[in-house]
């Protein structure tokens, strides 16, 4: 008998374009949320684009709350249901980059109210997601979570954001190779199901990124549009998978040590970039597909070198080392590779 079941859950509404940021509660009417919206930001996304929702709820009548976090902890989360909870919440609105919207999806998933994801830049991919990204202590967790209810995308207001932001988005997406080929080998050496929809949405968006590199450029509002449509693709392979799976394998592992080790030293995006040159690396050696991975980033001025992320030499042979401890995800890294091993992919591909 057949008895297999999957439940994949996607966003209703995904608005991307030019000046969607003033139809927001459009949107909300649209989807059918109701009641008092609490909007999650931080700071200097508040300036270019919460408080500018906070007025078109007020104008509406719906009586908005606004919170400022900072980091995605657990904390934050506690903090932002405490918020929720004296206000008799009707849905959340995450409001920024990754940290922010991650915090909103979870609280809103916790409440089992509904969520509306605003970027406002296109830093990572975490944007339609149905995951969460939280470190704690020793270790990081992927949190099961709803995704958006709808996805707000104003391409002026990501265009105008620091080119750095989407550089590392650009990096996000590159890593879908890496994250794909981890997968892969999962599936073949420890039975992990893989799905064939997933990893091939995540590699063809991969592809289309790189093909696209060319016309990738900054202050260009068509380029916001090139890369949120990338991250929306990658977000929804990740809710097909109902893992980050697709879109997150050992440069992941290494960018989340990296968190931990030099904190706050540089952009998710482009350090799980440079563990993708590493992980290409490991994956097929020296005549490998590392120096495409790194042209791509290079190309899409992302850093490829440790020097490019701001961190040491050493922090970069301490993350790779022990990237397999953070988190219990089979890759390439098995259950540790040796310092020298370390020591040829970081030399042998110019990152150190
Ligand atoms: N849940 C998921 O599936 C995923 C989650 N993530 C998580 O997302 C986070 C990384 O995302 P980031 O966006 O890099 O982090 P972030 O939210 O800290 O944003 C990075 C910086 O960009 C600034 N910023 C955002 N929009 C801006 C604008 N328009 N103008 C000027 N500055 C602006 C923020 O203030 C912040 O300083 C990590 O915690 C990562 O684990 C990343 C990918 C997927
Ligand atoms: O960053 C992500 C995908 O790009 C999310 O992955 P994690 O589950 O490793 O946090
Ligand atoms: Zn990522």
Redesign the pocket.
């Known amino acids: 008998m057949f008895e297999k079941s999957k439940w994949i859950r996607l966003p209703r509404s995904v608005v991307l374009g030019h000046d969607v940021l003033s139809q927001t509660r459009e949107v909300v009417v649209e989807t059918h949320l109701t009641g008092r919206p609490l909007v999650v930001t931080s700071e200097t996304p508040r300036e270019v684009a919460a408080d500018r929702i906070v007025a078109q709820f007020e104008a509406a009548g719906d009586d908005p709350e606004l919170v400022v976090v900072e980091e995605a902890t657990f904390e934050a989360v506690e903090d932002v249901l405490e918020v929720a909870r004296g206000m008799d919440v009707g849905y959340l609105v995450g409001v920024g980059g990754g940290k922010p919207i991650d915090i909103a999806k979870m609280a809103s998933d916790h409440l089992n109210v509904g969520f509306v994801s605003v970027p406002t830049a296109a830093s990572?991919?975490?944007i339609v997601?149905g995951?969460g990204?939280v470190p704690e202590g020793d270790t990081?967790h992927?949190v099961a979570a709803a995704p958006p209810v709808a996805v707000v995308a104003d391409t002026g207001v990501i265009a105008d954001a620091p080119w750095e932001l989407t550089t590392a988005g650009c990096a996000?997406i590159i890593?879908n190779y890496t994250a794909v080929k981890d997968w892969r080998l999962a599936n073949r050496l420890q039975n992990v199901p893989y799905s064939e929809y997933a990893g091939a949405l995540s590699q063809m968006t991969a592809e289309m990124l790189v093909d696209s590199a060319d016309s990738i450029k900054p202050e260009l509002e068509e380029s916001a549009w090139m890369v949120m449509k990338a991250l929306v693709s990658?977000g929804v392979a990740?809710s097909i998978a109902g893992s980050?799976r697709p879109?997150?394998g050992s440069e992941?592992l290494f960018s989340?040590q990296l968190d931990r080790i030099a904190p706050g030293k540089a952009l998710?995006g482009h350090q799980?970039g440079v563990g993708s040159i590493l992980a290409e690396y490991l994956h097929s050696g020296e005549q490998g597909q590392w120096r495409s991975v790194r042209d791509a980033l290079a190309s899409l001025d992302a850093p490829t070198t440790a020097d490019g992320l701001g961190v040491t030499d050493e922090e970069v042979l301490e993350a790779l080392t022990s990237a397999h401890e953070i988190?219990d995800r089979y890759t390439i890294l098995g259950s540790g590779i040796s310092e020298d091993a370390a020591v040829e992919a970081a030399t042998k591909t110019g990152v150190i």
Request: aromatic share 0%; net charge positive.
């Open positions: 990572h991919d975490g997601s995951r990204s990081r992927s996000d890593s990658s990740m980050s879109a997150s992941h989340h998710h799980v988190r």
